[in-house]
C-alpha cells in the first residue's frame, strides 16, 4: 500500500510560482509511474503532467510548457514546478502512482493510489 502526501499549495498571484512535492511511503516508489492530476470546483478531475519510472515526462497540452514533473527516486519524491501561473490554474491539486506502463496514462482509472490533495490558488 502506498501513501502519498502532497504539499506546496498556497495562494499566489496571476504571473507567479509555485513548486508542489509529494512524498511517497510503502512502496517501492521507483517503480512507479507519477502523475499529478487537478480538479476545479465544479469540474472533473483532470490530468496535468506524468512521468514514468525512467524519467520519460508527458504533459496536458493546455499547460503550454509552464509546468515542469520530475522525480527523485532516491528521495521517494516527485514534484510539479508550476511556473506563469493563471487564475484558471485554481484547483486541488493531486498526487497519484500507477503500475508502470510503456505508455504513460492520462486518466485516473489507470492510477491506484492517491494523496489527500493540495489547494492551489491563483488570484489576479
Known amino acids: 500500500q502506498v501513501q502519498l502526501v502532497e504539499a506546496g499549495g498556497g495562494l499566489v498571484q496571476a504571473g507567479g510560482s509555485l513548486r508542489l512535492s509529494c512524498a511517497a511511503s510503502?512502496?517501492?516508489?521507483?517503480?512507479?509511474?507519477m502523475g499529478w492530476f487537478r480538479q476545479a470546483p465544479g469540474k472533473e478531475r483532470e490530468f496535468a503532467a506524468a512521468?514514468?519510472?525512467?524519467?520519460?515526462?508527458y504533459y496536458a497540452d493546455s499547460l503550454n510548457g509552464r509546468f515542469t514533473i520530475s522525480r527523485v527516486n532516491a528521495d521517494n519524491t516527485v514534484y510539479l514546478q508550476m511556473n506563469s501561473l493563471k487564475p484558471e490554474d485554481t484547483a486541488v491539486y493531486y498526487c497519484?502512482?500507477?503500475?508502470?506502463?510503456?505508455?504513460?496514462?492520462?486518466?485516473?482509472?489507470?492510477?491506484?493510489?492517491w494523496g489527500q490533495g493540495t489547494q492551489v490558488t491563483v488570484s489576479s
Open positions: 497519484a502512482a500507477g503500475p508502470n506502463r510503456a505508455v504513460i496514462s492520462t486518466m485516473t482509472k489507470d492510477y491506484d493510489y
Open positions: 512521468i514514468s519510472r525512467t524519467g520519460v515526462r
Open positions: 510503502g512502496g517501492t516508489f521507483s517503480t512507479y509511474n
